[in-house]
Antibody, heavy 123, light 108 residues
Framework: EVQLVESGGALIQPGGSLRLSCAASGFVVSVNYMTWVRQAPGKGLEWVSS???????FYADSVQGRFTISRDNSKNTLYLQMNSLRADDTAIYYC?????????????????WGQGTLVTVSS | SYELTQAPSLSVSPGQTARITCSGD??????AYWYQQKAGQAPVVVIY???KRPSGIPERFSGSASGTMATLTISGAQVEDEADYYCYSTDSSGHHGVFGGGTKLTVL
């Protein structure tokens, strides 16, 4: 059974740093595409970052240069290092598996989601 | 940055057809995905790669794409279909994801 369990969410002051973890079971993180999606309270979904099986990483403009996605193959765990946090980073952060498209049109199917972890940036 | 546009809300009566649209300049060449999110839950995919339905998703859900618009159709909407629906795609690079703003579907 595929499971994704996020942890690391917390109340943090503006300008601070936080690392989110996503422990995966039922599949191997390193040979899959993985992604982080966030949702601010009462707002819509926002794609944050993706990492491909080959190691390529991609970021939304809103977090480029502040967030870093990575993985630990030995722990089968995905991470999101978040620096220089701002109030508008406040959200539930979901870890998810991104199944590659079956055609050449890009994207990918987010087929498994974690339960989410809440990050609150406030003084 | 690239954007996908959805109407914020749609209301239909039970049994009616609900059509939720998503527009974006890159959609002619990029896959569209549709996610259903009910209150307090993680999203669930209902349509992928424009018009494919995952196993376990009722047949009343269908998807189509034409030009710069993708459409999610719920034929004979049920009360249990009340949810927020998000389209998802990528920019022209194919690597930067983007969600539409979401459409709140009310069935009553």
């Amino acid at each position: 059974e595929v499971q994704l369990v996020e942890s690391g969410g917390a109340l943090i002051q503006p300008g601070g740093s936080l690392r989110l973890s996503c422990a995966a079971s039922g599949f191997v993180v390193s040979v899959n595409y993985m992604t982080w999606v966030r949702q601010a309270p009462g707002k819509g979904l926002e794609w944050v970052s993706s990492i491909y099986a080959g190691g390529s990483t991609f970021y939304a403009d809103s977090v480029q240069g502040r967030f870093t996605i990575s993985r630990d193959n030995s722990k089968n765990t995905l991470y999101l290092q978040m620096n220089s946090l701002r109030a508008d980073d406040t959200a539930i952060y979901y870890c998810a598996r991104l199944f590659p498209p079956t055609n050449t049109k890009g994207g990918g199917l987010i087929d498994y989601w974690g339960q989410g972890t809440l990050v609150t940036v406030s003084s | 940055s690239y954007e996908l546009t959805q109407a914020p809300s749609l209301s239909v009566s039970p049994g009616q057809t609900a059509r939720i649209t998503c527009s974006g300049d890159a959609l002619p060449k990029k896959n569209a995905y549709w996610y259903q999110q009910k209150a307090g839950q993680a999203p669930v995919v209902v349509i992928y790669e424009d018009n494919k339905r995952p196993s376990g998703i009722p047949e009343r859900f269908s998807g189509s794409a034409s030009g710069t618009m993708a459409t999610l159709t719920i034929s004979g909407a049920q009360v249990e279909d009340e949810a927020d629906y998000y389209c998802y795609s990528t920019d022209s690079s194919g690597h930067h994801g983007v969600f539409g703003g979401g459409t709140k579907l009310t069935v009553l």
